[in-house]
């Protein structure tokens, strides 16, 4: 063997490992992308639905609260317009308005006699009375955008729902 042949020898096997991982990397690469970015996806969606559960818990634990928070001579339990206001404002990093919230009303037997959209009726007003003991039920909704093109073929517009139930009690602090 001459001196420097085995050097040689070494520094082209080391080339040919470079390239080999190279390839091995542009094989990978693609696979590895789309699982991080199925992870961040994921993480978005889960995200989401979480907000709207908040929202839909904001809204059903502001329409138990007693009194008028916003002084317009409503109960907070009848103020629609604020019960959708509240729920809304919890909601961050989705596309939600007050029309994406539902608001129902109902009795001890658990039949709706109330909701927000026709029949609410007047606080002492005629009618189906809201009565100490109903329950007051808010349901948030709203649609999932994918941002990954790839992956919004399999996750874009799903459809993220909470629905929240909380019982409606006077007399706690002189409130009818």
Known sequence: ??????IETQ???????RGANLVEFAVIA?????MLFGVVEMARLVHGYTTV????????????TIGDSDGDGVPNYLDCLAIEDAAVAKVAGMNMDSDDITVTYFDLSGTEVADCD?????????????????????????TFDA???LLSSFIDGIDLTST???SIFWGVVGEP
Do not use: C, H
């Open 147 to 149: 941002v990954v093109p």
């Open 30 to 34: 693609p696979f590895l992308f789309l």
């Open 11 to 17: 520094r082209q096997k080391n080339k040919r490992d």
């Open 118 to 142: 026709v029949n609410l009726p007047a606080p002492g007003g005629s009618g189906a009375n809201i009565d100490s003991g109903f329950t007051v039920e808010v349901e948030a909704a709203a």
């Open 1 to 6: 063997m001459r001196p420097g042949e085995g």
């Open 53 to 64: 559960w908040s929202g839909a818990r904001e809204g059903a634990r502001y329409a138990t």
């Open 164 to 166: 929240q139930s909380r």
